[in-house]
């Protein structure tokens, strides 16, 4: 088993940052990596960035390259998701997940999920 739970959402204004986290317990050696993804009301739920625990090679999807970085602290077992420049789209529940698959963009690959936390950007 493994838990998470993220802190960090909010409410900010366009243009603005939030920082998200997301801390890891259980049996986390036995994941390959950590993603974070977002849903917004009335749609599916989305791939934004992921990141591998051994290496730390990073992925993102288009909508938030050169916006959000994604990044981690071993030690801490604690992933974090830096969110610049944000917009209004960018509204949305976020969600940690962990995987054991190379299949890194696939909501269906991970296993485990935190509570979400909610960011909602204001025009």
């Known amino acids: 088993q493994v838990q998470l739970v993220e802190s960090g959402g909010g409410l900010v204004q366009a243009g603005g940052s939030l920082r998200l986290s997301c801390a890891a317990s259980g049996r986390t050696f036995s994941s390959y990596a950590m993603g974070w993804f977002r849903q917004a009301p009335g749609k599916e739920r989305e791939f934004v960035a992921a990141?591998?625990?051994?290496?730390?090679?990073?992925y993102y999807a288009d909508f938030v390259k050169d916006r959000f970085t994604i990044s981690r602290d071993n030690a801490k077992v604690t992933v974090y998701l830096q969110m610049n420049s944000l917009k209004p789209e960018d509204t949305a529940v976020y969600y940690c997940a962990v995987t054991g698959s190379t299949w890194l963009q696939l909501v269906a690959k991970y296993n485990y999920w935190g509570q979400g936390t909610q960011v909602t950007v204001s025009s």
């Open positions: 990141i591998r625990w051994s290496g730390g090679s990073t």
